[in-house]
C-alpha cells in the first residue's frame, strides 16, 4: 500500500517561508497592542461581579501559578536567580518553570525581541490555553531598550502579544520580578470565572 | 530483511531548553543517528555593531556588557583595551590591579555556569546548577559592593574603572577566595569521578588538533584539542605577564575534556587572585580621559582571554567622537563552525551535550 | 609576545612568489588584488617560516570609495601575526574569491559579511544569509544604510 507523504523541503524553502512570515508579522504589527488593563477599574464593580466560588477559584489559581521560560537574553539570568534558593519563586507555588507552552499559564518574557524571533513568540503564545498572562521583563521587552533604533528589534513585546505587567530594570533585579508576579496575583485575583 | 529508512529532519527550535538561548538547529536524523546539523542564528541579532557607530567610545561601553552576559566586565574589558592602545592612554596601577581581580572573579563566575549548564545538559536536572549557583551569588554579592548591579555592570571605562572598591570588598574577598578551593573539592568529588559523567562524555564530541586550529578555535575549546595557546600567556594585556599560573591542557579534545579544563582554569583563577590581592597598590582608579574622546586615525585589533575564547575588538577611528567601524569578534560563533564534525554518527543525546560543552551565548554569537 | 610582523617584508616576500599581486604594503598591513587573495592566503599558510595557521578574524570595512576586507593572521607556532587587507572599488556588486578552503574559519565570518556588507565570496559552500532573514532587503551595516 502506497502512503502518500508529503515533499520534503530543502532548507533554502525553509529560510524563504520562514522570511515571509517575518516580513508578513513586520507589516501586520505596526502598531501596539493595548494593554488589557480593565481591571484596574474593577475596584468599583467588584463586589458585584466576584462570587465567593471565584475568590476561591482565582486564591487557588494564584497559588500555583507555572510559568514559562522564555529567556530570550540577560534577563534570563536574572529569572533563572528568582528560581535559585536564594529568591526562591517556588514559596509562591512556582516551582518548575515549564518548558512547553501548553503546559503553563504565565509567559515572561525576559530579553529582546527581534523580528527573526517574532513568529515564535506569537507561536508560543497562541498555543498557550486560557486563562493567560504574559510579563514583559526587562528594558527591551518593554520598549526595545537600549537596542530601540535597530534595524531588527521590535520595539516592545506589547506590538506582538498583549502583556499584563511590566518590570522595568535592565536587568531587573529578581526582587522587582516577584514585585511583578504579585501584581500578576493581584489581577488574577479580580478575575471572575464569567469571562 | 532489510528495513528502509528514511532521513528525518528535526527541528530544534529557538525555544528549547537545552539550546541555551535563542538558537536553532536543523538536525537531520536517520532514526536516532545525527546526520547532520544546521546551526541557524540571528534570533537575537540587535545590530549593535551599527548602533555602535552612532554613540561615543565612553557610550559604547554598555552595548560591550549585553554581548557575553555571564561575562560583562571582560567584555568591557576588551573593548577598553582595544580604545587605550588605539588613542595611547596609561592605566593607573590600581587600576591595572582592579581590573585582574575582577577579570578573574568574572572567569570564576562564567565557568561555574558553563560547568553546571553542562551537568543539567547531561540530566543532572537543576542540581548541579544550584550547588553552583550558590557560590555565583557570593561572587555577586561581591560585584554589587563595587558597581552596584549583578548582571551588566558597565565598571571599566576607558583610563581605568568607574569607581573605587568600598572597604568591605578586600575582607569579603579574601574570605571567598579561601573557600573556593573547597567548593571545587566538593564539585570533583561529587562529579569527576561519576560513571554517568565518564561514559557519557568521554570520547564523545571530539574535536581534533589540527581542525581546531583550522577553525580558529580559542579558550577551552582549543585547549582541551591539546593546544597550548592562552592569550594571557602569548600575548599578555594589562599586567598578566607579573603572575604565575598554570594553563591546564587536555589531550583527548572531547566533551569531559572540555569540561575539566574548565574547572583547573577555576583553580587557576584562584590562584591568581591570591597573588594579586596583596599586592594592590593605593593611587588613582581612573586616569584622565576628555569625556569626548577623539582617537588619532587608524585602526587597532585588541584582544583578550575572555571564558568563552579569544574575545578581540577591531576599530577604525577617523578622529571623530565615534568609531567608524565597531566589530567585534564573537568566540563562540567561530567554536561553533566544527559542531556538524563533531556530532555526526553520534545520537541526539550526544549532539546535546556537545554542544553545551563548547558553551556558547548567544548574546555573542548574535551581537 | 606576539610580534606584529612588519609589512613591507612580507609584502617583498609575497611579491617574489606571486608578481603584481601586492597592490600597496605599510608597517602595519598588506594590501593585495582581489584576484590574487587566494593564492596568497595558501602562500602565507604553507610556507615555513611564515606558517599562518591561525585566522584570528575575518572583516569588511566601508570607506565610501571601496570595500575593504581585512584578515588578521597568527601563526601559534612562531607566535607572529600579520594584518592582510584587500578591496573591492565595485560597489553594486563586489565579489572576492573565498578562503574557505585554506582556513575554515572563515566559514560563517565570510556569511556575515555577505549578509551585513553584500559582498559576495565565491567559492563559499553554503553563502546565505546568516543573521538576517532570508527576504531581507539591503545590507545594513553600509554607510548609505538607514
Known amino acids: 500500500m502506497e502512503i502518500e507523504r508529503p515533499e520534503i523541503a530543502s532548507p533554502h524553502e525553509i529560510d524563504v517561508a520562514e522570511a515571509s512570515r517575518i516580513e508578513q508579522l513586520r507589516e501586520s504589527c505596526q502598531q501596539p497592542i493595548p494593554d488589557p488593563d480593565a481591571w484596574l477599574d474593577e475596584e468599583i464593580r467588584r463586589n458585584v461581579l466576584v462570587t465567593t466560588v471565584d475568590y476561591v477559584l482565582d486564591w487557588a489559581r494564584t497559588r500555583s501559578i507555572f510559568p514559562l521560560m522564555f529567556g530570550l537574553a540577560c534577563c534570563a539570568f536574572e529569572m533563572i536567580g528568582t528560581a535559585t534558593s536564594r529568591f526562591d519563586i517556588s514559596r509562591f507555588g512556582m516551582d518548575i518553570f515549564r518548558w512547553s507552552p501548553r503546559q503553563a499559564d504565565l509567559m515572561i518574557v525576559a530579553g529582546t525581541l527581534t523580528w527573526k524571533m517574532a513568529p515564535a513568540v506569537k507561536l508560543v503564545y497562541e498555543q498557550m490555553a486560557e486563562p493567560k498572562w504574559v510579563i514583559a521583563m526587562g528594558a527591551c521587552a518593554i520598549s526595545g531598550g537600549t537596542f530601540r533604533e535597530s534595524y531588527s528589534v521590535v520595539p516592545g513585546i506589547n506590538r506582538i502579544i498583549p502583556v499584563d505587567v511590566y518590570v522595568p530594570g535592565c536587568p531587573p533585579r529578581p526582587e522587582g520580578l516577584i514585585h511583578g508576579i504579585r501584581q500578576i496575583h493581584e489581577k488574577v485575583l479580580k478575575d471572575s470565572i464569567r469571562r | 530483511m532489510a528495513i528502509r529508512t528514511e532521513p528525518f529532519i528535526l527541528n530544534m527550535g529557538p525555544q528549547h531548553p537545552s539550546t541555551h538561548g535563542v538558537f536553532r538547529m536543523r538536525v537531520t536524523l536517520d532514526g536516532e543517528v545525527v546526520v547532520d546539523v544546521e546551526p541557524v542564528v540571528g534570533y537575537l541579532h540587535r545590530g549593535i555593531e551599527k548602533l555602535a557607530e552612532t554613540r561615543t567610545y565612553t557610550q559604547n561601553i554598555p552595548f560591550t556588557d549585553r554581548l557575553d552576559y555571564l561575562a560583562s566586565m571582560t567584555n568591557n574589558l576588551a573593548y577598553v583595551l582595544a580604545v587605550e592602545k588605539l588613542a595611547g592612554i596609561e592605566v593607573p596601577e590600581r587600576a591595572e590591579y582592579l581590573r585582574i581581580v575582577i577579570a578573574e572573579m568574572m572567569r570564576i563566575s562564567s565557568h561555574l555556569m558553563a560547568v553546571g549548564f553542562f551537568l543539567n545538559d547531561l540530566g543532572a536536572m537543576m542540581t548541579p546548577v544550584l550547588y553552583m549557583w550558590r557560590e555565583r551569588e557570593k561572587l555577586l554579592d561581591l560585584f554589587e559592593m563595587v558597581c552596584g548591579q549583578r548582571l551588566t555592570y558597565n565598571y571599566m571605562r576607558i583610563g581605568g574603572v568607574s569607581h573605587d572598591i568600598p572597604e568591605e570588598f578586600l575582607p569579603a574577598l579574601k574570605r571567598f577566595v579561601a573557600e573556593m578551593p573547597g567548593f571545587l573539592d566538593e564539585y570533583d568529588q561529587l562529579l569527576a569521578q561519576n560513571e554517568i559523567v565518564l561514559a557519557r562524555s568521554k570520547g564523545v564530541g571530539v574535536l581534533p588538533e589540527d581542525t581546531a586550529i583550522n577553525i580558529a578555535a580559542s579558550g577551552p575549546v582549543l585547549r582541551a584539542s591539546g593546544v597550548k595557546w592562552d592569550v594571557r600567556r602569548a600575548d599578555p594585556y594589562s599586567i598578566y605577564d607579573r603572575f604565575d599560573f598554570d594553563i591546564p591542557v587536555g589531550s583527548a579534545g572531547d566533551c569531559y575534556d572540555r569540561y575539566w579544563v574548565r574547572v583547573q582554569e577555576m583553580r587557576q583563577s584562584v590562584r591568581i587572585l591570591e597573588q594579586a590581592i596583596p599586592q594592590l597598590p593605593a593611587g588613582e582608579v581612573c586616569a584622565e580621559v576628555p569625556q569626548l574622546l577623539r582617537p588619532p586615525v587608524g585602526e587597532v585589533y585588541g584582544r583578550i582571554e575572555a571564558p568563552k575564547g579569544e574575545l578581540g575588538f577591531y576599530l577604525v577611528s577617523d578622529n571623530s567622537i565615534a568609531p567608524y567601524r565597531f566589530r567585534i569578534r564573537p568566540p563562540t560563533l567561530i567554536n561553533l563552525t566544527a559542531l556538524r564534525d563533531m556530532v555526526i554518527g553520534w545520537k541526539v543525546a550526544d549532539l546535546i551535550i556537545t554542544f553545551g560543552s563548547i558553551d556558547v551565548c548567544l548574546g555573542e554569537i548574535d551581537r | ?146
Open chain 3, 1 to 146: 609576545m606576539t610580534v606584529a610582523l612588519n609589512g613591507e617584508e612580507i609584502a617583498k616576500k609575497i611579491a617574489e612568489a606571486f608578481p603584481d599581486s601586492v597592490a600597496s604594503a605599510d608597517k602595519a598591513a598588506v594590501i593585495v588584488t582581489s584576484q590574487s587573495l587566494y593564492q596568497v592566503a595558501e602562500f602565507l599558510k604553507n610556507t615555513p617560516g611564515l606558517d599562518f595557521d591561525y585566522l584570528n578574524d575575518l572583516t569588511a570595512v566601508d570607506y565610501l570609495d571601496y570595500l575593504e576586507v581585512v584578515y588578521h593572521l597568527t601563526s601559534l607556532k612562531h607566535n607572529h601575526s600579520l594584518v592582510l587587507r584587500t578591496r573591492c572599488y565595485d560597489r553594486e556588486e563586489p565579489v572576492l574569491p573565498s578562503v574557505v578552503r585554506v582556513w575554515r574559519a572563515a566559514d560563517y565570518q565570510e556569511r556575515e559579511v555577505y549578509d551585513l556588507m553584500g559582498i559576495t565570496f565565491e567559492g563559499h559552500p553554503n553563502l546565505k544569509r546568516l543573521l538576517l532573514w532570508e527576504g531581507f532587503v539591503g545590507h545594513p551595516l553600509r554607510r548609505g544604510y538607514l
